[in-house]
């Protein structure tokens, strides 16, 4: 079998669960990392021309972009036999954790960034307030589960698995508090859970990294709407 590539950047979430999904099913891959403060390089540029981002998976001469369409690139691939299932079999269950991944990214993940770029006052407590709400629902969607996969991770728990490490990081990075265990007890339980697998915690990058990066990359974008004219 060919040895699978992936691109990647170290302090990129979406990176991360791409690693934990090829780890879960076994597989054997080489891990290509950009440094994106340098610039983009050729293979990624040509591997995903439309977006130019990473991930990136090098899959026997072809490639597939999207963290979401990759993950499930890999459980289609690699399944039965010994290989870790990632989504559910039940069609509706299934269609259930692709809803709510993609709710995940939307407003979760981008809900939280917006928050932190947003200016301090009314603007930063409304997209404080508007995270929460979302929060609010993958609480209720946890709540009486171990994991959002049911009694073992699944492909939902991969695409939210940023929230134990990453999320501590934007909140300190963008001077905002979103989760804690008073409003979101499942969530946090959970979190706790997950992020004690070894295999979890095996990929995440260092702390320090990410919150240098995440400040920087703030600052930065602050900078340019400051000098806008």
Known sequence: MAKLKLIVSATSLFCTR?????????LEYELIVEDLRKGKSELLQKSNPV?????VLLDDGVTIAESKVILEYIDEKWKGGDFYPLLPQD???RAQARFWAQFADEKCVFGTWGACRAEDGLEKEKAVETALESFAYLEKQIEGKKFFGGEKIGY????????PHFLGVLEEAGG???F????????HEWAQNFIEIPLIKECLPPRDMLLNYMTASLSYLRSLAANKP
Not at 19 to 26: D, F
Not at 51 to 55: D, G, L, N, R, S
Not at 156 to 163: F, Q, R, S, Y
Not at 180 to 187: M, N, Q, T, V
């Open 176 to 178: 905002i508090k979103i």
């Open 51 to 55: 977006h130019k981002k990473v991930p």
């Open 156 to 163: 939902l728990d991969l695409v939210v698995g940023w929230i």
């Open 180 to 187: 804690d265990a008073e409003r979101f007890p499942s969530l």
């Open 91 to 93: 069609p509706y269950e």
């Open 18 to 26: 791409i690693e934990w999904a090829l780890k879960l099913k076994g």
